[in-house]
């Protein structure tokens, strides 16, 4: 993560954007990381979407879900963070679906309900994905698409390299959003384990990315060391298909 600050392996925090919801929002408007490179590879990734029944996964105050409204999908949304959803609700109206449910329990939707689904910066939140994955697979329609972001386990990789990459880890990462601190805490898990979990939940495959930033990202926000490169390695995208 570009703009983490390290804690100490033991965890001492379980995140609760309830409590810095605006803070997080505001700060992810214009940041480099989510707003010039996640959400555009998220509704790249996408693809048509016109028309499409979308739910966004973990949608936090929705500015994925009006991305991808404006570029013609259905879109429904729903966050564990009730804060998170009440700042949604003021972005996208009354007419958009929002509800508080948790990804890591059965959802409130009928079997294949959805053409496309999207997750962005979501399951790293949770310990097992076994059952999240099983989950967004019923309620997607068959050759529907799962789009995902996750922590790229190779940055875990880098800043703890004195742990073991091929551990399922709980961690945490102090940040300031617009001026207010706040501590995230993920689970890491290496490539094979989450390719593991995605096949086993019955979804084949389709893209694995790591994107470059979006080009018309502001040279101010970029970091100064890049030189000639036009990629980082932050995130994970992927692109899983409902057979």
């Known amino acids: 993560m570009l703009n983490a600050r390290v804690r100490s392996p033991e965890v001492t925090h ?3 954007y309830d409590t810095f919801a605006r803070a997080y929002s505001a700060a992810n408007e214009t940041s480099l990381l989510n707003a010039w490179y996640c959400r555009p590879a998220m509704v790249d990734l996408a693809g048509d979407v016109t028309g499409r029944e979308v739910l966004d996964a973990g949608c936090g105050s929705g500015p994925l879900c009006v ?3 404006d570029r013609g999908a259905i879109v429904r949304g729903f966050d564990l963070s009730p804060a ?3 700042l949604a609700r003021e972005r ?6 929002l509800l508080v449910a948790d990804l890591g329990k059965p959802l409130p939707y009928d079997d294949q309900t959805f053409d496309v689904i999207v ?6 939140y949770l310990e097992d994905w076994d059952a999240p994955l099983t989950e967004l697979r019923r309620i997607l329609r068959p050759g529907g698409r799962l789009v995902i972001s996750v922590p790229h386990p190779a940055a875990y990789m880098f800043n703890y390299q004195d742990r073991d990459y091929f551990a399922r880890t709980q961690y945490s ?7 207010q601190s706040a501590v995230l805490t993920y689970w890491h898990r290496p490539l094979h384990a989450m ?3 995605f096949t086993a939940a019955g979804f084949r495959i389709e893209v694995v990315s790591e994107p470059p930033w979006s080009p018309e990202t502001p040279e101010d926000l970029l ?4 030189g000639d490169r036009t990629a980082f390695v932050c995130f994970l995208f992927f692109v899983l298909v409902a057979p």
């Not at 996208?92 to 679906?97: C, D, N, R």
């Not at 997750?119 to 790293?124: E, G, M, P």
């Not at 970091?223 to 890049?226: A, I, N, Q, R």
């Open 14 to 16: 379980v995140t609760d």
């Open 67 to 69: 991305d991808l409204r």
């Open 173 to 179: 990462e102090e940040f300031d959003f617009d001026g």
């Open 195 to 197: 390719t593991d979990a």
């Open 92 to 97: 996208l109206g009354e007419e958009t679906e």
């Open 84 to 86: 998170m959803v009440d």
């Open 223 to 226: 970091p100064p060391d890049l």
């Open 119 to 124: 997750s962005s910066l979501a399951l790293h």
